[in-house]
């Protein structure tokens, strides 16, 4: 039965040689830095390591992600069908929570008709395997829903399912959380990128943590060539507006917080708007706090999102890094960099950011906007850091797609 499912999935997808078809699921298509680069760096491993074999990224926006994606695989399929039954399931009210109905639907044939070719697909899949990123937690709690649709494939169809990367904090509410564990332990392998989300999981068998998945990618990433090349002794400012609510400091809160913040660590460090460079992770999410500080960049060069993206991140020893960005943070240390870690998001991304000091990266952390830090200069990771990092993941990678 499974054999003749196989060589269906490959008619619909293409016919590969291999009739082998891996679908990985991904909050890519945003766009956003991080998930866009988890998403390129699993996608060309398996280019690697599984040329022949078909593979499907299912996530919430795909017609960005394959135009962001395009290249990254010779037999890729981009679909929408685990995010689009979230929405449905909202959207027509069904009943129970979203992560019960969801998981019944992800086996069930008919439980949501208009996504029936996709869930077909999904059970005729030979390996499922949940990319790396911050969106199972409290901040997005129905994002448990693709953990549990993964597991009821998983037991219902005997299918090998897989998590890597994945940061839970801060963990949600009671009912979502007990159902994100329960079904991780149908998972093969759980992984984890913080200490925090692997200690959460005690008693999944399943469970490890090997860092974020961008550490399988970081070496291309750093090692890019960008369009336009920052000063060596030049600051970058990689600062967000969404998710800074709970940041405060002199009086002012969120994104206004942030911009004030910003100015004063410019001004106590008396570096001039010209000596800075302004990269964007998520495109017009982080130009609002570079607008906001207006004549105090005059000279400053910005990076668009869509230029980092193609040209690489410009980051190398001698610069200093300010980043709410959790992955331009992890980037720009692996290059050498020095930097200030600014954590916006109380529980959320404090976590994300400590765990890079845990694994060796040398930047202040910040974590709200009254503290002005002294200039760093100890750099970011060192080599032998950095490669322990991507070893650590290629070895995973390894475990989860053996070459052939």
């Known amino acids: 039965m499974r054999t003749r499912w196989r060589a269906r999935a490959a008619r619909m997808l293409g016919g590969g040689p291999s009739g082998r078809v891996h679908y990985l699921v991904s909050p890519a298509g945003h766009p956003n830095y991080g998930d866009e680069l988890i998403a390129r760096t699993w996608l060309e ?25 395009r290249g990254a695989h010779p037999r890729v399929t981009y679909v929408d069908t685990l995010w689009r039954m979230i929405g449905l399931a909202a959207e027509n009210a069904r009943p129970g929570p979203v992560w019960e109905w969801c998981a019944h639907a992800a086996v ?39 953990v549990t649709a ?15 990367g994945q940061g839970l904090m801060p963990t949600a509410e009671t009912a979502p959380w007990e159902a994100l564990v329960d079904a991780a332990r149908a998972f093969a392998v759980f992984d984890t990128r913080d200490r925090a989300s692997f200690e959460a999981l005690a008693g999944v068998p399943g469970a490890s943590r090997t860092g974020d998945d961008a550490w399988l990618g970081v070496d291309c990433a750093v090692g890019a060539a960008p369009r336009e090349p920052v000063p060596d002794a030049g600051v970058v400012l990689c600062l967000q507006s969404d998710l800074t609510e709970h940041f405060a400091g002199d009086g002012r809160t ?5 911009a004030h913040w910003a100015r004063r660590v410019l001004d106590s460090w008396e570096v001039p708007g010209a000596a800075v460079t302004v990269v964007e ?8 706090v570079y607008e906001r500080l207006g004549e105090r960049l005059d000279g ?3 990076v668009p999102f869509r230029d980092l993206w193609h040209h690489g991140v410009p980051a190398r020893a001698g610069q200093t890094w300010l980043s709410t960005r959790f992955h331009l943070h992890l980037v720009a240390a692996a290059a050498g960099a020095a930097g200030v870690a600014v954590a916006t998001e109380p529980g959320y991304y404090e976590v994300k950011h400590r765990s890079l000091l845990d694994a060796g990266s040398r930047w202040t952390l910040v974590t709200d906007g009254d503290t002005l830090p002294a200039r760093p200069t100890a750099g970011g990771f060192t080599p032998e850091r950095r490669r322990a990092a991507v070893a650590a993941k290629t070895a995973l990678a390894g475990r989860l797609y053996p070459p052939r």
Do not use: S
């Open 45 to 69: 491993h398996l280019a690697r390591v599984r040329p022949d074999d078909e593979v499907v990224l299912d996530c919430h926006t795909p017609g960005q992600a394959a135009l962001l994606l």
């Open 150 to 164: 993964m597991a009821a494939l998983a037991r219902r169809f005997g299918i090998r399912a897989t998590a890597t």
């Open 281 to 288: 992770g998520i495109p017009g999410k982080d130009r609002l």
């Open 108 to 146: 069930t044939l008919g439980a949501e008709p208009r996504i029936d070719e996709g869930v077909a697909l999904l059970q005729r899949a030979d390996t499922l395997h949940l990319l790396g990123g911050g969106y199972l937690n409290a901040v997005w709690p129905h994002h448990t829903a693709l």
């Open 254 to 258: 969120g994104a206004d917080a942030v």
């Open 300 to 302: 400053a060069r910005f």
